[in-house]
């Protein structure tokens, strides 16, 4: 039992170049979100998704695109990637409103 | 505004003291609170999770409370060890898909 698992570990990217990170959970999970955490700061809600084939808009979702193709998996594109967008993405899941299981993190670094 | 706001931002402890994580929050309406432990380079892990009718909830040597009319939670750390160096954020529901995040307490505990 993998939990949540993240691809790739770390990036880095030039201005312009695009992107997909990728997010899996073997739990059966239903939500599914993806966070962003920048120094000094709480954890931002990017995209999350309720169900197969559904997502919707958090916090801070310019600039990011998402799918939700299959259950178990949960993609996140920069179709453009820009200097502010380097940050440590998390991919989380949850059974409804429940706890939230995190993934181990992906660094991304645009130059 | 939902805000959540931790103190200290970070403090530095003997092995085998106790210390105590302040959380204070304006999320309305509440549905609970949790506490997560983020090692470094890893993702948020949950330690706790207490509803309004909760004022406190241990989890091994973690001991948070809840007082909800003052909208400020704790978290105690017992007896301290080596591996309780660490980020602990404080996070709070609206019972909605949204958590607001504080920016976390960064404990570290020295031999």
């Known amino acids: 039992n993998a939990g949540v698992t993240q691809t790739p570990k770390f990036r880095v990217l030039k201005t312009g170049q695009s992107m997909t990170l990728l997010c899996a959970q073997d739990m059966n999970h239903e939500y599914m979100y993806w966070y962003r955490q920048d120094p000094g700061m709480g954890l931002r809600l990017i995209h999350y998704s309720v169900g197969e084939g559904t997502t919707a808009k958090g916090e801070v979702p310019d600039g990011y695109n998402v799918s939700r193709l299959k259950k178990q998996n949960f993609l996140l594109g920069l179709e453009s990637a820009a200097p502010s967008q380097t940050s440590v993405y998390f991919c989380?899941?949850?059974?409804?409103?429940?706890?939230?299981?995190f993934g181990p993190g992906t660094r991304l670094t645009v130059t | 505004k939902n805000q959540v706001e931790q103190s200290p931002q970070s403090l530095i402890i003997l092995e085998g003291k106790n210390c105590t994580l302040q959380c204070n929050y304006t999320v309305s309406p509440f549905s609970n609170l949790r506490w997560y432990k983020q090692d470094t380079g890893r993702g948020p892990v949950s330690l706790t999770i207490?509803?309004?009718?909760?004022n406190t909830k241990s989890n091994g040597r973690y001991t948070a409370t809840l007082d909800a009319d003052t909208k400020q939670s704790s978290l105690h750390i017992t007896a301290s060890q080596l591996s309780d160096s660490a980020s602990y954020i404080c996070v709070v529901s609206d019972g909605d898909y949204k958590l607001s995040f504080g920016a976390g307490t960064t404990v570290t505990v020295r031999a």
């Open positions: 207490m509803t309004f009718s909760e």
């Open positions: 989380a899941s949850s059974y409804g409103l429940q706890k939230q299981y």
